[in-house]
């Protein structure tokens, strides 16, 4: 299934459905109490399983203490490095996207949710950091990806040959059957000429036999 989902990759790769980049769009979601401000940060050829792990690292890289509940990641008491000693609370949830994840993310400070209107300046650095998270993490997405399609051409390669060898093979041993079927039917017609004069002489010899049998009566 693997095999199959990584070629059905490769066919809409080509056709460039998967052409998108990391984007971050700001909306109101439910996180944390609520619906509240948020980043929506689309991450292109990133994996729920390997973006969760890679997140939730991040959080604890930043002094969080991460908790998850119902699908939504939240890292407790944050010191976003880069940003000053503020404390923040991080709600945050994962689903997937249309080539990759929607990485959704409420910040809070000081009891207020940041968004481009409560907090500008605040909300502009954040968005470089989150952007150059979700960046690395479509990279190394996309590495994985051209990894795996290397390895898939790699096998589909090998195949191949195995497969021209073995024709290769199987030719061969066809013209060494034909030779032989052509020495076997030479063989038959000599033995068979062989055989009609062999017939002949056992009919003259059984005649002499009879003879001599019959010779010997006659000393009687």
Not at 10 to 27: M, P, R, Y
Request: aromatic share 6%; proline share 2%.
């Amino acid at each position: 299934m693997k095999k199959a989902g990584l070629i059905l990759w490769i066919i809409l790769f080509a056709t460039g459905v998967n052409a998108q980049k990391v984007s971050i769009e700001h909306a109101l979601d439910q996180l944390g109490e609520g619906y509240n401000p948020t980043f929506r940060i689309k991450i292109p050829h990133a994996t729920e399983k390997v973006l969760e792990k890679k997140w939730s690292g991040f959080l604890k890289d930043n002094d969080a203490k991460v908790r998850s509940s119902k699908g939504q990641i939240k890292g407790e008491n944050a010191i976003i490095n880069g940003l000053g000693p503020d404390t923040l609370q991080i709600f945050s949830r994962l689903s997937e996207d249309e080539d990759g994840m929607l990485l959704k993310v409420a910040v809070l400070k000081n009891g207020v949710f940041i968004s481009p209107t409560a907090d500008p300046d605040y909300c502009k650095r954040l968005e470089t950091i989150f952007g150059d998270f979700a960046f690395n993490q479509a990279k190394e997405g996309l590495n994985k990806k051209i990894e795996d399609t290397a390895d898939l051409l790699k096998d589909t390669q090998k195949e191949q040959s195995d497969l021209v060898r073995e024709n290769e093979h199987l030719a061969s041993d066809n013209e060494s059957m034909k030779k032989k079927i052509a020495q076997n039917e030479n063989t038959i017609d000599d033995n068979s000429k062989k055989s009609d004069e062999l017939k002949q002489k056992i009919q003259a010899q059984q005649k002499s036999l009879e003879l001599l049998r019959g010779k010997l009566s006659e000393l009687k």
